[in-house]
């Protein structure tokens, strides 16, 4: 029944997309626009994803889909998407999804002070570094030949004793193994690392620094975001 309303409306937006483009005073309902942003998956079923969120609380609810039955991987994804209008309440909006790309989406690893890291660290160039919706995420670039499986991690040094975060500062640490790949050509990928379960350790719902390490061609950088949760 619910893929049945939804074909319906899809059909009933695109019927009548010239008064959005005509009559509305909303200029950026436009069949022939496009946006693309990450969004976090909010609701999938068996004709693929119904909703999305992008920033930390606009809704997008799929009202036409170009790429029905696929359902991604992980939680965080880019779309490329239209607007077709507002939802009822004008918390977000209905959407054509014309594409959509997996983001590996991973959980932050936390040790001990003065434990190795035994993972390679291979530089990497930062492209985009921002948090929306709960989530670190990293756009970078790297050398790449298609030998070998890449590794990214990002990791958070335990406090001394377990004890909490008393500065509003977290040092995070990004490292990228590059296994035994060959240097042929540059590739750029997004990782995004969920932030929730680093403030539930941290137990603070201030705002806090974050201070992100990279290791670069060009040496060490950090770089700094504040966030509140």
Avoid at 44 to 50: A, S
Avoid at 123 to 133: L, M, Q, Y
Avoid at 177 to 193: I, L, N, P, Q
Wanted: aromatic letters at 10%; hydrophobic letters at 35%.
């Amino acid at each position: 029944m619910k893929n049945l309303r939804i074909i319906a409306l899809a059909f009933a937006l695109l019927a009548s997309g010239y008064i959005f483009n005509s009559c509305s005073d909303d200029a950026e309902f436009s069949l022939d626009k496009r946006a693309e942003n990450i969004a976090t998956v909010l609701e999938t079923g068996e004709t693929g994803v119904y909703a999305f969120r992008i920033g930390d609380s606009t809704k997008l609810v799929v009202a036409a889909n170009n790429i029905p039955d696929i359902t991604p991987e992980y939680s965080r994804v880019k779309i490329n998407y239209t607007l077709l209008g507002w939802l009822e309440e004008r918390n977000g909006y209905y959407i054509k999804l014309n594409g959509m790309k997996d983001i590996l989406t991973k959980e932050i690893q936390t040790i001990d002070q003065g434990s190795p890291i035994t993972m390679d660290n291979d530089p990497v160039e930062v492209n985009e570094i921002s948090v929306s919706d709960g989530y670190l995420n990293v756009t970078y670039t790297f050398p790449y030949g298609s030998q070998s499986t890449h590794e990214v991690e990002l990791y958070r040094r335990r406090s001394v004793l377990g004890s909490p975060q008393t500065d509003n500062k977290v040092g995070l640490e990004f490292y990228h193994d590059a296994g035994s790949d060959t240097d042929r050509w540059k590739k750029t990928e997004t990782v995004c690392f969920d932030l929730n379960s680093l403030f539930f350790q941290l137990q603070t719902n201030d705002v806090v620094t974050l201070n992100v390490k990279f290791k670069t061609p060009d040496g060490e950088r950090t770089y700094q975001i504040k966030y509140k949760p």
